[in-house]
T-cell receptor, first 116, second 112 residues
Framework: EAGVTQFPSHSVIEKGQTVTLRCDPISGHDNLYWYRRVMGKEIKFLLHFVKESKQDESGMPNNRFLAERTGGTYSTLKVQPAELEDSGVYFC??????????????FGPGTRLTVL | QQPVQSPQAVILREGEDAVINCSSSKALYSVHWYRQKHGEAPVFLMILLKGGEQKGHEKISASFNEKKQQSSLYLTASQLSYSGTYFCGTPGVSGSARQLTFGSGTQLTVLP
């Protein structure tokens, strides 16, 4: 079974430019999460999709970040315009919907974003 | 609130044991443990549920004490492959494993 995949693995852009990150979750996983790790600090939650609906986007830093999950499959995270402080590693994770509410989140390898 | 992990870093020789602690100021329903090697995806190790049960993964086990609001990860007879950064994550309200709040990580280095 394929794991969570993310594209690109690395992205270097200039301040003010736009970048779009993509995440393909494990097939059949309804839950999709975006997280970010900045400067070797802790991994921080950005938002959570259940199928195509945004369940929680309380971790999104500001309105320069836009996440979509059309059709409940893959998801994109767009940063427009990018700022220096957006640099970091963006992780995607997915899990199966569980009635018990306890899910195992499987992480992708991340996209390392560098804003110059 | 972010769980607190200790120690921040540990260096040990192959075959030695290590303990990584994770504590929270809020009530815990479950604790999720991950290991990340540099440049790779965080890999799920185990989930500890309330009830104080212990779980194991190879020679890695963990305990969860919801009264003390803490979990400990035990690495026994460590191998070189155990090197990496270990994170504990705690779920949101109502024990739901929706978004996880992670500790700052414990960097484990196993030397030959």
């Amino acid at each position: 079974e394929a794991g969570v995949t993310q594209f690109p693995s690395h992205s270097v852009i200039e301040k003010g430019q736009t970048v779009t990150l993509r995440c393909d979750p494990i097939s059949g996983h309804d839950n999709l999460y975006w997280y970010r790790r900045v400067m070797g600090k802790e991994i921080k939650f950005l938002l959570h999709f259940v199928k195509e609906s945004k369940q929680d986007e309380s971790g999104m830093p500001n309105n320069r970040f836009l996440a979509e999950r059309t059709g409940g499959t893959y998801s994109t995270l767009k940063v427009q315009p990018a700022e220096l402080e957006d640099s970091g590693v963006y992780f995607c994770a997915s899990s199966q919907l569980s009635l018990r509410g306890i899910d195992t989140q499987y992480f992708g390898p991340g996209t390392r974003l560098t804003v110059l | 609130q972010q769980p607190v992990q200790s120690p921040q870093a540990v260096i040990l020789r192959e075959g030695e044991d290590a303990v990584i602690n994770c504590s929270s100021s809020k009530a815990l329903y479950s604790v999720h443990w991950y290991r990340q090697k540099h440049g790779e995806a965080p890999v799920f190790l185990m989930i500890l549920l309330k009830g104080g049960e212990q779980k194991g993964h190879e020679k890695i086990s963990a305990s969860f004490n919801e009264k003390k609001q803490q979990s400990s990860l035990y690495l026994t007879a460590s191998q070189l492959s155990y090197s990496g950064t270990y994170f504990c994550g705690t779920p949101g309200v109502s024990g739901s494993a929706r978004q996880l709040t992670f500790g700052s990580g414990t960097q484990l280095t196993v030397l030959p």
